[in-house]
């Protein structure tokens, strides 16, 4: 991991009309680390992300790349500087096959003329590269598996470079080989240097890929956490702000168990 963040949220904060939604976040991601974002529903993930993305300029606070101060208000800004974001409905044409999906609105070509071999063998090496494996690049989207569209999608966001990917919800409603092949591309994304913010609800996943946890609750800073040597009651407790809550009881519960076993 890089001393400097890729990225950083320093003080941000957001509201719609009188609703704030978002008070002095802060964030930072470095190149090579997944983060996973988490917290209960209406906690402002969703806001920050957008935030991040370009969809919602921040109303106070500042935004820092590679270490200098950026302004971004609109899309091409987070795009331009590295940003790529997949959020949950994929944003994936389901007549159009594999290459003309990862090349939407990125064409190679002159003119109306498209490069269609040079688009494909690009395919090709990138889908390699991640090793994601489908049938056939000029298959349709519409005849893939869930967790397939999921890992076209993501390699989608790659064919700028960025040097930031947001996955929101990267394996809702996912069985759990297809929840296995994303969260192996998410691995492969981190050993090629690139910097994840993982929006996830699922516990399981985010201790299986993310080095660190950030909570928020109520549109604050939770807390942040190393996922090795932090337990998944204390992250639950973060979430909820309580510390008794049913993860909690069910551990002492097992614990005293435990405990009665060994007299």
């Known amino acids: 991991m890089s001393a400097a963040p890729v990225l950083a949220l320093r003080g941000v904060s957001k509201r719609f009309g009188a609703v704030q939604v978002l008070t002095e976040v802060d964030l ?12 209960d529903n209406g906690a402002g993930k969703s806001t920050l992300v957008k935030t991040i993305s370009g969809v919602h300029p921040i109303d106070e606070g500042a935004i820092e790349w590679d270490g200098r101060p950026v302004q971004i208000t609109k899309p091409h800004d987070a795009q331009h500087l590295g940003v790529a974001t997949v959020y949950q409905d994929l944003a994936l044409c389901d007549n159009l096959d594999v290459v003309a999906n990862l090349f939407l609105g990125s064409e190679l070509g002159t003119g109306p003329v498209l490069d269609e071999i040079a688009m494909e063998q690009r395919a090709r090496e990138l889908l390699d590269t991640l090793s994601i494996r489908i049938p056939s690049v000029r298959i349709p989207v519409a005849a893939l598996s869930g967790g397939q569209r999921q890992v076209v999608a993501i390699a989608r966001a790659l064919i700028g470079n960025p040097k930031i990917v947001i996955l929101d919800e990267p394996t809702a ?3 759990v080989e297809q929840t296995a092949q994303v969260l192996d591309l998410v691995e492969r994304l981190r ?15 985010v201790r299986a890929v993310a080095d660190r946890v950030a909570v928020l609750r109520l549109g604050r800073n939770n807390g942040v956490f190393p996922v090795a040597g932090t337990s998944h009651e204390e992250i639950i407790a973060a979430i909820t702000g309580a510390t008794d809550n049913a993860v909690t009881r069910r551990q002492a519960r097992t614990a005293a168990a435990v405990k009665e076993d060994a007299r």
């Open 28 to 39: 930072e991601i470095h190149a090579g680390e997944v983060v996973a974002l988490v917290g």
């Open 173 to 175: 409603a996912l069985g």
């Open 191 to 205: 050993e090629r240097g690139h910097g994840v913010i993982l929006i996830s609800h699922n516990m399981a996943d």
